[in-house]
């Protein structure tokens, strides 16, 4: 397993698009905004891969108004699911952010993630609200 940021716009981008549908949107019956997958040119994007170049997770990092980096649409592989791949990502992402001289990492966590999160050390802040027609909490970690 190997992590790295990709390109916006690359056929890596694109297939981070596809797990991105599978995991998050398809149970909900969603799909993407098109206006706003065109705005992720301003976001990175980090990805697991497994050696075989296949993509195995992938997150988004949204750079925040206040200096804080947004971590969003974290999805893993669902047969991946279970092997620590996920921690792995959000390390590599916690190791970025530290690098590229943020000092906070924030994020919405479906209620499913948030021991998930509470585990790796991030902490809820303020009550549950709603967001893509389901429970979520915000979540923050200093870095």
């Given amino acids: ?65 206040n200096g804080s980096v947004k971590m969003r649409q974290f999805a893993v592989e669902p047969e991946l699911q279970g092997q620590s791949i996920g921690k792995r990502l959000v390390s590599f992402a916690e190791q970025w952010a530290a690098e590229s001289n943020y000092k906070k990492i924030e994020l919405h966590a479906r209620l499913t993630a948030v021991p998930f999160y509470e585990k790796l050390g991030y902490i809820i802040e303020g009550e549950e609200f709603v967001e893509v027609t389901i429970p979520h909490r915000f979540m923050f970690k200093d870095i």
């Fill in 1 to 65: 397993m190997y992590f790295k940021e990709i390109e916006f716009g690359g056929k890596a981008y694109y297939n981070t698009i596809e797990l991105r549908y599978k995991v998050l949107r398809k149970p909900l019956n969603l799909k993407f905004d098109a206006e706003a997958l065109a705005m992720e040119y301003k976001d990175h994007h980090l990805c697991a891969f497994s050696l075989n170049d296949t993509l195995a997770a992938c997150l988004i990092m949204s750079p925040q108004e």
